[in-house]
């Protein structure tokens, strides 16, 4: 129920003084005065408190219990991050302040520009993009202006494997290259020969997300930065998947020039539902002057200051200086870390998602199957086939179990596709649990399909029609009154 | 008679108009279609190229034009019900009709019997 169905005439959750002080007139153009009331909800205090309370308990989060959504990297981020960015000293900043009030803002934003450097093995960052695919959007703006300045203007050709996500040719395509699709060799890696043979002087660049979307580890990595870069274009790095290799392996010794991280997948800010994000784009030296402004500099005597100089910067990609939030719970994050801690991280998070893979593939086919990175994807196109469920039931299945399901049909080089990612914070005991509910479901596939098939019915709303809700959304809710045709 | 791509593609040749349309096979790989991104009528397109792009509640999976030549029609009543994609994907749920070029390029594709068995080989 919404809160608006709640609403009845003249009730209300609060109870003013009479007014002491004359009416007056607003001052202002006639057209600009509102004629009918807002029509906000008409509720009493406890009212709302039971409406939230109630909407709160029906929601699912990592607080509440496993959720291996492949790609999203949610894993448990710690408390304390949220306290220290809610923290007044911070919260309460304001972005116009003058800068010598900033200090601390800055000096904190300027430390961790130089710890994602140290992370990544890039030479300078901006901290301005506000999402992955922000991110990825400045990057491409980065390459275009780059081959621009150097009188390029042909190359206009971005090379992106088949298994990338979707954000890159969207990205890329918003930035007016032609996209360019590579496709994956056997085993699900870039195939070096298919990419030999788009490689030409109109080539830009290429994107690559490595561990790739099977959780993969691109092994011809270097051979391929070191194509693209023979053919002039550019290599930009996906780094949404850093949990994977954090303390491990560098980007920038990988070979390449631009890179993204999400802040908001690994460095404690969840992922999804809307934001707040924060995706700093990290650059070699040679393209430092074409990050968006500003950057954060150490002037003299030690105080902070902002740099907008760059001779050929992008601009601005978002206002101010990004989302301070995030930056502070990334902040939090890798110093309370350290660098021992991240690695471990890295390490615990591969650990989990191979276990988990081993553990399944006992019943179920695992797509490209070798050791994985931080996730990988079964293939349940023989289930379907044999069976008749598709991922889709088993995936609707699983939340009538007490789990969040596993992202569905992506990557989409895998039919039938569910890609799982444990996270480093789960327990043994927590993937032992999902690996049951996994067979347990197998078993109701191949007994009892229609179980599968009308799930969930423990959710406090069964199956959607999701093809109904595409054809024919409904964004907005009405009145009774304002419906009809 | 219908002729397939290996790209799950079909097309029924009359004179020198081609119907074009996905497979049942391919429908039911995609699963509810939700939304069909039609080309302009005068499009012209050459055999291979994306002819059309249509939206599941999985994906969005290009169109393959399975032979060369120009947009005549496009069909309408996909806009208001893509899911005829669904309900009858070798028939109502045909997509676009080409004016052809070149009727040699039928012979390289399939015909029904060749193409089940293609199917079968994929999964
Ligand atoms: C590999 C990859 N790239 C890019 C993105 C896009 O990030 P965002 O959702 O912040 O735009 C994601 C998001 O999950 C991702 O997994």
Sequence with gaps: MLIFERSRNGRSAYSLPPMDVPESVLDMEPHLIRKVEPGLPEVSELQIVRHYTELSRKNYAVDVGFYPLGSCTMKYNPKLNDALAESEDLSFLHPYQDEADLQGALELMYNLQNMLCEITGMDAFSLQPAAGAHGELTGMLIIRKYHKVNGNTHKKKILIPDSAHGTNPASAAMVGFEVVEIKSDSEGLVDVEELKKHLDENVAGIMLTNPNTLGLFEKNVSEVVQLVHEAGGLAYYDGANLNAIMGIAKPGEMGFDIVHLNLHKTFSTPHGMGGPGSGPVGVKKFLEEYLPVPLIQEGEGGSYTFKYDLKHSIGKVRSFYGNFSVLVRAYAYIMSMGAEGLKKVSEMAVLNANYLRKRLSERFKVAYERICMHEFVLDNYPVWKNLGVKTLDMAKRLLDLGFHAPTIYFPLIVKEAMMIEPTETESKEELDRFAEAMFRILEEAEKEPDILREAPKTTPVSRLDEAKASRHPVVRWRKEEERGS | ?123
């Design chain 2, 1 to 123: 008679m219908k002729k397939f791509a290996k790209s799950h593609e079909w097309v029924e040749v009359e004179g020198k108009t081609a119907v074009v349309g996905i497979s049942n096979h391919a429908q039911e790989e995609l699963g509810d279609v939700v939304y069909v991104d039609l080309p302009e009528p005068g499009k012209e397109v050459k055999k291979g190229e994306v002819l059309c792009t249509i939206e599941s509640v999985k994906a969005a999976a290009d169109v393959y034009s399975p032979v060369s030549g120009k947009v005549l029609e496009v069909n309408k009543n996909l806009e208001e019900k893509p899911e005829l994609v669904n309900e009858s994907p070798e028939s109502n749920g045909w997509l676009v009709k080409l004016e052809i070029v070149d009727e040699s390029e039928l012979s390289d594709l399939m015909d029904e019997e060749e193409y089940r068995k293609f199917c079968e080989s994929e999964g």
